[in-house]
Every structure is written in structure tokens, then in C-alpha cells.
């Protein structure tokens, strides 16, 4: 299903519609705030609000505004952050950069998907680890170009591209 | 601008990661309203960023979306319309929805099929009332006929054809006891329309007609009228006049005529 179908069921407020959502989107909406959160139960009380949130607010989105996934992706983060702010945890970014997205693999422990892990990470592997910082800083977490730059101590102006230059590697190995 | 460069720039990356500012985004947007191929680079980046994600979350438990859908039964109740994920009871619910679907219709169908069973019940029963009607009708005009013509005080004047219509004939049933005068036209021709027969008592010498009855309509009533009484009349004449009859026959009309 593409995002123009889904909102097509939501809007009709197709009664599947919800279960479409969570579908196509729970998975990399948990990928995101456990990597955040680092905490199984934690993460899936987030998740479960954001779902709430997404749900609630669907009547706000609107298309001209961006893509729906990054309006939840915004969604997911800033929940995630707000978590962790009320938990006590130093609000600041730097302590967010000392892990990334590939360190989560380490935290499954289920059988079924320690043999997942053992894919993604031969996967992820193959991505070079500036651009693991990169998408992780950025995708991940939120950072800001400015962010970024200082956290990576890479000139602001190549961000942006040394991101899409990272993106073109993930897609080609997506295609593989 | 130049779309490829455009794409490379980067820009597109950001706009998926919801890092741009309002005001960028907007940009992004009309640029891929108007270029295919800005568009489908979103879709592709959307792709690989949902993908990695996607692919390095651990393991969620299945109970998350149950909880999920509680926390918004209880918050929002009524609010949203939930199902109840991968159980088979929608399936049995379909299936029963489709079962008393089918159960419906046939009923429906049974009932449609009764209801113009009914109904052709219904017409020829009307039928067969409007029919026992008039038989009714014909019958108690037939013995009323009969009545008049077996009475003994009745008397039968014959009224012989004329020359307009030498095959034709006419009955006149005088009833002295009854004072009462009865004419069987069933022997004439059919009235042509806008014509009525007109029955007349004669007086003969002077001739003298008196206008006894016009006759309307000679199908409805079994060819038997009664007509006034006359008790000087030595004769009968009957003739075509136009419709309300004449005050004075029409001799050259004169269907049927006889003596008492």
C-alpha cells in the first residue's frame, strides 16, 4: 500500500485503515524511538502513544505540509526526546550521539531475530561508518545540519551532501 | 532550477527527515508537483530510510498493537472505530453477514413471488365477482322478461319489419291488469350512433302518434323496455329518430309496425 492509498482508507475512515497504519509504520517508528530510548518497554510505551498521537491528530495533517511518514517520523522523535527529558536524562544532544542505530542490533535477544539481525547487520555493514554517524545523527535522531557538522566536525556546507551520498549507498545496497 | 540538480543537492533528504523549515518544505512541495522525477527521488529516499529503520528495529511484540487499540477505545471511545487485529472472528462475521445476506434476499424473493401470487388471486377473484354481477344482472332481467311475457293478462302485439328493414321485428306485451306496456326490440337492427328507436302509440283513424319511449341503449338491457302506458292505443310503430328522440315520427324511418 502506498502512503496515497492509506490516507485514502484514514480519510474514509475505513475501519482497516488504522490496522494499515500500524502495519507499514510500526516497525521503523520503533527502530526509531528505541534507538533513542534503549529500553524494550520503555520504547513500546512510547510507541503507543505516538500511535494514539497519530491517530488522534491524522485530521491535522495535510499533504502540503510533507510526506505523512515524515509528519510521523516527527512524531515518534520528538516524543522519544520528551520521554527522555521527563525521565531526567541531560536534554542535551551530545549525550544522544554516543550510540547509533547499528547498536541496536546488539539489543535483540529473540531467537527469531537474532537470524534477522544477523542479515541486517551483514547489511548495514556494508555502509561506511561516517555515513552510519550521518543518517543515524540526522535520520535517526534529528540533528540539525548545524548539529551535525559540530557533532561530526565536518564542514556545514558538505553535510547535506555527504548525507545524499550516503542515501545513494543504502539504495543501492537495498538493491541488491 | 535545474531538477538534477536539484535532487543532488540533498535537499530531498532533509525534506523526508522533516529537517527543513516551513517555508523549505513548501518549496519541495511544488517542485515535486511539477517534476516526476523529484517526486519519485522522495519516494525512493522514503523507501531506503523506512527500510533501514524498518530492518535494525527489535523485535515488537504483537500485544503492542492490542494495547494500542485499547488505549484508544478507552481515551477516545465511540471516537474511532477499531478492529480487532487478525482474529477470526471478522471472518466468521463476514461470513454471517453473508449468509443473512443470502438468507434476505431469498426471502425477499419468496416474498415478492407470494405477494404477486396474491395479487393475481386478487384479480381474478374480481373477475370472477364482475362477472357473477352481471350474470346476476341478465338473469333477473331474463326472468323479468320472462315474467312479462308469461303473465296471462299480457297481451302480444307483433310488429311486423317495414320497408327500411323488411327482416325485422318488434314485440309489444300489454299488461291490462297491470296497466303496464313492455317492448322486446331484440329483433331490430343496432342503433347506428347518435340514433335512438322511438316507440309509438297509434291512434288510427286519424292516424295519431303519441310518443310512448325512446329507447338508448338496446344492449344493456336484454331488448325489454318498458314503455308508458297507453290504453287508446290500436296499433304500434317504431322508428329511428336522432338521438332524445322526435316529437313527430320519422316515416320514412319506420322499422317495425303491427295492430293490437
Redesign the interface.
Known amino acids: 500500500m502506498t502512503q496515497e492509498e492509506l490516507l485514502e482508507q484514514i480519510y474514509k475512515k475505513d475501519g482497516k485503515a488504522f490496522t494499515a497504519l500500524y502495519d507499514m509504520y510500526s516497525k521503523s517508528l520503533y527502530g526509531v524511538i528505541f534507538n533513542l530510548l534503549k529500553d524494550k518497554e520503555e520504547s513500546e510505551d512510547v510507541l503507543q502513544d505516538v500511535f494514539v498521537k497519530i491517530w488522534k491528530n491524522i485530521e491535522s495533517y495535510n499533504e502540503g505540509k510533507g510526506r505523512f511518514f515524515t509528519w510521523i517520523l516527527n512524531i515518534a522523535r520528538n516524543a522519544s526526546i520528551d520521554r527522555l527529558r521527563s525521565k531526567g536524562h541531560n536534554n542535551s544532544k551530545k549525550n544522544l550521539s554516543a550510540d547509533n542505530f547499528v547498536h541496536i542490533l546488539d539489543y535483540n535477544t529473540t531467537a527469531t531475530n537474532k537470524i534477522d539481525a544477523i542479515g541486517i547487520r551483514e547489511f548495514i555493514n556494508k555502509l561506511k561508518p561516517k555515513c552510519i554517524r550521518l543518517i543515524d545523527l540526522l535520520f535517526f535522531k534529528g540533528y540539525t545540519q548545524q548539529e551535525a557538522s559540530d557533532e561530526l566536525e565536518i564542514p556545514l556546507g558538505t553535510v547535506k551532501t555527504q548525507n545524499r551520498n550516503c542515501i545513494g549507498e543504502l539504495r543501492t545496497i537495498l538493491q541488491e | 532550477m535545474d531538477t538534477t540538480e536539484y535532487i543532488?543537492?540533498?535537499?530531498l533528504?532533509?525534506?523526508?527527515?522533516?529537517?527543513?523549515s516551513?517555508q523549505e518544505?513548501?518549496e519541495?512541495?511544488e517542485m515535486a508537483q511539477k517534476h516526476e522525477s523529484v517526486k519519485a527521488e522522495?519516494l525512493?529516499?522514503?523507501?531506503?530510510?523506512?527500510?533501514?529503520?524498518?530492518?535494525?528495529?527489535?523485535?515488537?511484540?504483537a500485544e503492542?498493537?492490542e494495547?494500542?487499540?485499547q488505549?484508544?477505545i478507552e481515551?477516545?471511545n465511540g471516537v474511532?472505530?477499531?478492529?480487532p487485529?487478525r482474529s477470526m472472528n471478522p471472518y466468521i462475521g463476514w461470513a454471517a453477514a453473508v449468509v443473512l445476506m443470502f438468507g434476505l434476499a431469498f426471502q425477499y424473493y419468496k416474498y415478492n413471488e407470494v405477494t404477486k401470487e396474491v395479487e393475481a388471486v386478487n384479480v381474478q377473484k374480481s373477475k370472477f365477482e364482475q362477472l357473477l354481477a352481471s350474470t346476476e344482472q341478465k338473469n333477473a332481467e331474463a326472468e323479468k322478461a320472462l315474467a312479462i311475457i308469461r303473465d296471462n293478462a299480457s297481451t302480444t302485439v307483433a310488429l311486423a319489419g317495414q320497408e327500411i328493414a323488411p327482416k325485422a321485428y318488434a314485440k309489444v306485451y300489454v299488461n291490462k291488469t297491470k296497466n303496464e306496456i313492455y317492448v322486446d326490440v331484440s329483433g331490430l337492427p343496432k342503433a347506428p350512433a347518435g340514433k335512438v328507436y322511438q316507440v309509438w302509440a297509434l291512434k288510427l283513424d286519424p292516424l295519431t302518434p303519441t310518443s310512448i319511449g325512446v329507447i338508448g341503449d338496446a344492449t344493456t338491457q336484454n331488448g325489454i323496455f318498458k314503455v308508458e302506458n297507453n290504453e287508446t292505443a290500436q296499433a304500434f310503430g317504431i322508428t329511428l329518430e336522432p338521438a332524445g328522440g322526435s316529437p313527430t315520427p320519422t316515416l320514412e324511418q319506420l322499422y317495425a309496425l303491427g295492430k293490437v
Open positions: 543532488t543537492s540533498g535537499t533528504e532533509f525534506y523526508v527527515y522533516g529537517l527543513l516551513e518544505n513548501v519541495v512541495n522522495i525512493s529516499i522514503e523507501k531506503a530510510v523506512i527500510n533501514l529503520s524498518h530492518g535494525i528495529s527489535p523485535h515488537l511484540s503492542n498493537y494495547k494500542i487499540r488505549k484508544l481515551k477516545h474511532v472505530q477499531m478492529q487485529k
